[in-house]
């Protein structure tokens, strides 16, 4: 006979199938009395588990939904199934990232090993299509999270823009996604001041166990912290553009760090920098949009020289 906590767990696997259960059928499978299967079920209903009895031949117990959110019990395939959900969840850009990586981190925190061993197995098979976001190491994004959801600080090997290697020691504040990458807002505990770090250039280190007063900044103000710094990080090359297009539509369209200025319904002031005036020009051409320089004679050039390139290649196609 099991024992009243195995024995509760394994009812409530059970009564998570999805069908009625009568009294006789459950005493059956847990091997034990009828009046022990309506105490069970009592105790499972002060857990805040929803549990709905009918009376009746046809009727039974079923869990249903209730006011509040229990906890549920998954068999293996469906924890792996989770698992590789809620990461697939992370990299698609839907609004959820840092939830469904808090979960993640909380769901990956219990994975027995061999169920982590076939999460990554899974991850490691899958391949994504060229041009796609890069994938994303969910193994760090998962601990970042699970640090800022502790109040846990965190440390961690850094690679600079310039390829030398660091080590930080943070107190991880929030993690923001501006596609392709990620983006940690920390308190760099070594410099006394607020740091913005690339996730991708992360090394997780093991958990530190030291906890801290999370310091507060309104959400608005995260983003607008975390845009700011990288819009105006170390580039060779700022300018100034002004788009013959609405705001939202140049947001949606250019997936690098930029400041948009809206300047009417149909018109925007984009400023953004790189260590290439090219490439500028290139992510310009892309909007399919008119584009004044306002600043950067470099990227002015670099226009140019692409204006020559397009119109050499259109009069190639012509002649055929």
């Known amino acids: 006979m099991l024992e009243t906590s195995a024995r509760l767990l394994e009812l409530l696997s059970l009564l998570q199938l999805k069908r009625d259960w009568t009294s006789s ?6 091997e034990v009395s009828t009046r022990t299967v309506r105490a069970d079920i009592s105790k499972l209903r002060s857990l805040g588990y929803p549990v709905d009895a009918r009376p009746g031949v046809t009727g039974g117990y079923r869990l249903v939904a ?9 068999d293996d395939d469906e924890a792996v199934a989770v698992a590789v959900g809620l990461g697939a969840v992370a990299t698609r850009g839907l609004g959820v990232e840092e939830t469904s990586l808090t979960a993640l981190a909380k769901l990956e925190q219990v994975l027995p090993s061999r169920l982590r061993r076939r999460v990554e197995t899974v991850r490691e098979a899958t391949s994504a299509v060229s041009g796609a976001e890069p994938p994303l190491d969910l193994s760090v994004l998962g601990s970042v999270a699970a640090a800022i959801r ?9 690679t600079k823009p310039g390829g030398s290697e660091a080590a ?3 107190e991880p504040q929030r993690l923001v996604s501006w596609r392709p990458l990620w983006y940690l ?3 760099d ?19 530190t166990g030291a906890r801290f007063r999370p310091r507060v900044i309104p959400e608005d103000k995260v983003v607008e912290y975390v845009v700011g710094r990288v819009s105006k990080g170390a580039s060779t090359y700022r300018a100034r553009v002004l788009v013959h297009a609405p705001a939202a539509e140049v947001a949606a369209k250019i997936f690098v760090p930029v400041d948009i200025e809206v300047v009417d319904e149909s018109t925007c002031r984009v400023e953004l920098g ?3 005036p090219n490439r500028i020009a290139l992510w310009m051409a892309q909007l399919g949009a008119d584009i004044e320089v306002i600043e950067g004679d470099e990227l002015a050039r670099a226009f140019d020289r692409l204006a020559t390139r397009f119109r050499r290649a259109a009069r190639g196609a012509s002649a055929t």
Do not use: N
């Open 185 to 187: 807002l920390a308190w």
């Open 150 to 158: 502790g109040h846990e600080r965190l440390r961690f090997g850094y």
């Open 25 to 30: 059928e459950l005493a059956g499978r847990l």
């Open 168 to 170: 930080r020691h943070t």
């Open 274 to 276: 790189s260590d290439d």
């Open 66 to 74: 209730g006011t509040a959110m229990p906890p549920l019990l998954l």
């Open 189 to 207: 505990l070594d410099r006394d001041d607020w740091r913005v770090f690339r996730v991708d250039r992360m090394v997780a280190h093991p958990p």
